[in-house]
C-alpha cells in the first residue's frame, strides 16, 4: 500500500521514546518528515541520528510541553524549517497517579497541564498551517478513559479530554478537510509504562496478571503496531475517517472477560 507520505511534515511529540519513537521511526520510513518534540535533547537527538543514518529525514526541538509559548514557538520552528506542517501528533503525556484522596487541586491542574493542554495549545498554533495543507491530527488517548484505573484523576480526566476533543475537533475542522482522530493504546511495553510497573509494590506478579488477561496472544501491544495505525491515519489511505477513537490494545478494553 502506497500511503504518499513522501515529503509531508509531521510534528510528534514525546517523539523520541516509547510509542512517539515508534511512530517517528514509521512515518520517516514512510518518507515523511519528522520534527521530534520532546524534553530530552540527548533522547531527540539519538532518534533523530537513527532516522538519518536510515536515509530519513528528521530533525529535533527540545521542548517543555507544558509550557504554552514553547508549543508556539515549536509550531514557528517547524514552519520556519520546512515551510509545511501536514500533521500533528499529540503523544507526550504521562499517567502521574494524581487520585483524588492524596493529590491536591494545584496537583490535578498540574496534570492536565501534562496531559491535556499541551494537545489543544498545539492543535490551536497549528491550524492556520493545517488548514492550509488539509493535514491531520491524531490524539493518542489512553483505556483509562473508559475503564478509568484507580488513582490516577489528572491523568484519567486529561485522557478522557483527548476522546471529547478528537470529536469536537473532527467537528469544527470538517470544512477544512483536516482529519481528526485518536488512537488508544492499553498495555504497551515503553520506559513510560516499566516505570509505573516499578513503582508498585510486586511488579513482577503484576505484570503477571496483566498480561494473562489480555485477549489477544495474551502478550503487550508493541508501539509499531501502535505507530502503524497512526501512520495509516495520518496517510490520505483513510482519506473518510475522522471522529474516531480507534483502540489497539488486542481486545483488552472491549472484549468479553470470559475471553481474559
Ligand atoms: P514514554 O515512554 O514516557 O515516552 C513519552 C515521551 O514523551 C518521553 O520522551 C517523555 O520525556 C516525553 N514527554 C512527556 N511529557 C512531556 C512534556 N510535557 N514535554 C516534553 N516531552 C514530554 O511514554 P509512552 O508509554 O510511549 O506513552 C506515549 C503516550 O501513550 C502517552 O500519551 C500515554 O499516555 C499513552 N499511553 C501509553 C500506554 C502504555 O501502555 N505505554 C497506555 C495507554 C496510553 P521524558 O522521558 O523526559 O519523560
Known amino acids: 500500500m502506497n500511503l504518499d507520505l513522501n515529503n509531508k511534515v509531521f510534528i510528534v511529540t514525546g517523539g523520541a521514546k516509547g510509542i512517539g519513537a515508534a511512530i517517528s521511526k514509521t512515518l520517516a520510513a514512510e518518507g515523511a518528515i519528522v520534527m521530534i518534540a520532546g524534553r530530552g ?6 532518534v533523530v541520528d537513527e532516522i ?3 536515509k530519513g529525514r528528521a530533525s529535533d526541538q527540545t521542548v517543555e510541553l507544558v509550557n504554552a509559548d514553547a508549543c508556539k514557538e515549536l509550531v514557528q520552528f ?4 520546512y515551510g509545511r506542517i501536514d500533521g500533528l501528533i499529540n503523544n507526550a503525556g504521562v499517567n502521574d497517579s494524581i487520585d483524588l ?8 491542574v498540574q496534570s492536565l497541564q501534562k496531559n491535556l493542554l499541551h494537545y489543544y495549545n498545539l492543535a ?10 488539509k493535514g491531520v491530527i491524531i490524539n493518542i488517548g489512553s483505556k483509562v478513559a ?3 484505573q484507580g488513582h490516577t484523576s489528572g491523568y484519567a480526566a486529561a485522557k478522557g479530554g483527548v476522546n471529547a476533543l478528537t470529536r469536537e475537533w473532527a467537528a469544527e475542522l470538517l470544512p477544512y478537510s483536516i482529519r481528526v482522530n485518536a488512537v488508544i493504546p492499553a498495555e504497551v511495553w515503553t520506559p513510560l509504562y516499566e516505570n509505573w510497573i516499578n513503582s508498585l509494590p510486586d511488579p513482577k506478579t503484576k505484570l503477571e496478571q496483566i498480561v494473562s488477561k489480555i485477549p489477544f496472544e495474551k502478550r503487550f501491544t ?18 473518510h475517517t475522522t471522529g474516531q477513537i480507534i483502540y489497539v490494545d488486542g481486545g483488552y478494553t472491549h472484549l468479553d472477560r470470559s475471553l481474559s
Open 222 to 239: 508493541t508501539s509499531e503496531e501502535i505507530a502503524d495505525m497512526v501512520v495509516f491515519l495520518a496517510s490520505g489511505r483513510s482519506s
Open 78 to 81: 517547524t514552519m520556519e524549517k
Open 41 to 46: 535533547k540527548a533522547d531527540n537527538a539519538r
Open 101 to 108: 484522596e492524596h493529590g491536591s487541586p494545584e496537583k490535578f
Open 124 to 133: 490551536h498554533f497549528a491550524l492556520p498551517y493545517l488548514k492550509k495543507s
Open 146 to 148: 473508559e475503564t478509568g
Open 52 to 54: 538519518v543514518k536510515s
